[in-house]
């Protein structure tokens, strides 16, 4: 936890009040959550997905 501080009170929102990491640390938990689950769909779906480039 000591590391995660640490890498928080250096970065770019170091200096912003506690709300605001809270949430743009949120904010990136959120980004990533939706990716990953996104990969997950892909991965288990992808085989059957019927993909065609037109316009």
């Known amino acids: 936890m000591d590391v995660l501080n640490q890498i928080v009170k250096e970065s770019a929102i170091g200096p912003f009040t506690a709300w605001l ?11 990533v ?5 996104m990969l997950v769909i892909l991965l288990m779906h992808g085989s059957t997905t019927v993909i065609t480039y037109g316009y």
């Open 21 to 31: 990491k809270s949430l743009v640390i949120s904010l990136f938990v959120a980004i």
């Open 33 to 37: 959550v939706t990716l990953v689950s």
